[in-house]
């Protein structure tokens, strides 16, 4: 039976920036949005909405990161993987039990979710919210998971980036606005970011196991190349907002964070070695979206 501490580990911390980064990006465009048309903003509607949108995406993160260890541990993917412990590659846990896990947890995600779309009464967004719990599951689960093809990158950008960022944003303004757009683009980068880290790590192993992520595709050179733009042109994208709401170019402190983990990609560590780079690409995530939330604010 697998420990708290076990059950932990297999809900990938590392990777839950990439939860709350949309939300934190998304509750910014919001207030700016309602400062920019009211010229102040009731918190008693931003809380409560940016709460539940944040239990979300953290119930959707963790779900999708059990779904992933129970789908990969069946498959045999994870037999001899480098990374971060396995609940069911590691025999720590039962497939079946690491399964109900998973289910649980977007259970959660949707059950949140039906609170925040009756709160903010878009009913439309159940067809949203559906999808995304689809796309959570079967990035490596049924028979042909889109995460075996290539595709993981694509799905991660769309839903940990533009339906999350503005999905908040619009939960909370009933508006659209472009400055949510930039954000969600730039969030989805650095989630892809991410999750490139995980699978240039792992190819290897994939390529042996039939796993044919977009890093497997792309090889060696390729996925670096794009691990760089991933991290760096979120950057570019802040300009446009920076001219309209200049303290957003707080957003800078964050680029020294992003020289280290792109220098150790670029010039070439594998395996073990890209452990560490996937903690610093969380945390600029994580930085980088609370920096653009507090300029948005200010």
């Not at 067809?127 to 049924?142: D, E, H, R, S």
């Not at 939960?171 to 240039?200: D, F, H, R, Y």
């Amino acid at each position: 039976m697998a420990s708290l501490s076990q059950w932990v580990q297999g809900a990938r911390p590392r990777t839950l920036p990439a939860a709350l980064a949309p939300v934190a990006a998304g509750t910014g465009a919001a207030v700016w949005q309602l400062q920019r048309l009211h010229g102040d903003v009731d918190w008693s509607l931003v809380i409560p909405r940016a709460l539940l949108a944040l239990a979300v995406s953290f119930s959707l993160q963790i779900g999708v990161n059990y779904a992933n260890d129970y789908s990969d541990g069946i498959r045999g993917t994870d037999d001899d993987r480098v990374g971060p412990f396995r609940l069911t590659g590691s025999g720590a846990a039962a497939p079946a039990t690491v399964k109900r896990a998973a289910i649980l947890a977007l259970a959660l995600g949707g059950l949140f979710g039906l609170a925040l779309i009756a709160l903010a009464q878009i009913w439309w967004a159940l067809v949203v919210g559906a999808a995304a719990i689809a796309a959570a599951w079967f990035y490596t689960g049924g028979k042909k998971p889109y995460g075996y093809l290539g595709l993981g990158e694509l799905f991660v950008f769309v839903f940990f980036g533009l339906v999350a960022v503005n999905g908040t944003a619009y939960a909370i303004t009933q508006q659209p606005t472009w400055v949510a757009m930039l954000a969600s683009v730039a969030i989805g980068l650095l989630a892809v970011a991410l999750m490139l880290t995980n699978n240039l790590r792992d190819i290897p192993t994939d390529e042996v196991a039939g796993k044919r992520t977009l890093a497997v595709r792309l090889g060696q050179r390729g996925t670096r190349g794009l691990y760089a733009a991933t991290v760096l042109v979120p950057f570019v994208l802040m300009v446009p907002v920076i001219a309209e709401q200049w303290p957003v170019a707080l957003v800078i402190l964050a680029l020294p964070l992003a020289i280290g983990p792109v220098l150790t990609v670029l010039r070439g560590a594998r395996g073990r070695d890209l452990i560490p780079v996937l903690g610093a690409t969380g945390r600029l995530e994580l930085v980088y979206s609370l920096l653009v939330l507090i300029g948005l604010i200010l």
